[in-house]
């Protein structure tokens, strides 16, 4: 059995458009990997197909996640299976506090039959709160319902470090946070990582990529990984610009 995300010749439509374009990549577990890509070049899509959007037609592909094709489950069950997406928009849900809400993603993860421990589960949850410098208050409050973009991606990441995923998408959880909110989401990003884990990190800028330092670098551009290579590619985009690759690749063909 391979112990690995991997993404096979993945073809995806929304509206008759086709976004991805034969997209294929592996994130061995205990590795993290990041997508570099400039904007509309279907980051996002990837990683909604991901999770089963169900704006997003498959058109072929496959997308296994130790050896189970993600792509034939439901959405609750991938995440059960142990996917998660931080979402680049996370959604708000008004009427629902936080705290149940993890508390219910959480209880549908147990056997049937089984009830969560109340004062574990608190007793976590604010452990993990301190460690991402969350005010207790956002306990109480509706998930995302009225927080700043910078409290959501937080947020997100709290609901990651939750559920203990054994893989996790994290679509530009840099935006919209200022430098010491991304040293503080980083650094609770980088105590999850694991042999056991593996992540892929999405993001438009380099900068974040100073703080979870990846073991490999994927450039996206219009609907496919165009190039791969180590942390310091990273770097030369964020010198070069995007324009170089796709430059290159024009020059290859
Ligand atoms: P990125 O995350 O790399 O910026 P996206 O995946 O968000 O790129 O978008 C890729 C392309 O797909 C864009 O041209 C975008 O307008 C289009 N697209 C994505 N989602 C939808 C949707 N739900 N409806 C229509 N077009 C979409
Ligand atoms: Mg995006």
Do not use: C
Not at 178 to 196: C, F, Q, T, W, Y
């Amino acid at each position: 059995m391979s112990q690995s995300l991997k993404i096979e010749n993945l073809h995806a439509s929304v509206e008759d458009t086709e976004i991805l374009k034969g997209l294929s990549l592996e994130i061995p577990k205990g590795e993290v990997h990041a997508i570099m890509g400039p904007n509309g070049s279907g980051k996002s899509t990837l990683s909604k197909v991901m999770a089963g959007h169900e704006d997003y037609e498959v058109t072929a592909g496959t997308v296994l996640m130790d050896d189970v094709d993600l792509l034939d489950l439901e959405i609750d069950e991938r995440s059960r299976a142990g996917f998660f997406l931080a979402f680049q928009y996370p959604h708000e849900i008004p009427g629902v506090s936080n705290a149940n809400f993890l508390r219910a993603a959480l209880q549908a993860r147990l056997p049937k039959g089984e009830e969560i421990d109340a004062v574990a589960f608190y007793k976590d949850m604010y452990a993990k709160m301190d460690a991402l410098s969350m005010d207790r208050k956002f306990t109480g409050r509706s998930v995302n319902d009225g927080f700043s973009g910078g409290e959501k991606k937080r947020n997100e990441i709290l609901q990651m470090m939750m559920l203990e995923p054994k893989y996790a998408v994290l679509d530009e959880t840099d935006s919209g946070l200022d430098i010491d909110a991304l040293k503080i989401v980083a650094e609770g990003v980088n105590r999850m990582r694991s042999p056991e884990r593996g992540f892929l990190v999405i993001t438009h800028y380099q900068r974040l990529l100073d703080y979870i330092v990846p073991d490999v670098v994927h450039v996206m551009s219009d609907g496919q990984i165009v190039k791969t290579g180590g942390k310091e590619l990273a770097l030369e985009l964020e010198e070069k610009g995007y324009d170089w690759v796709t430059e290159e690749l024009a020059v290859t063909a």
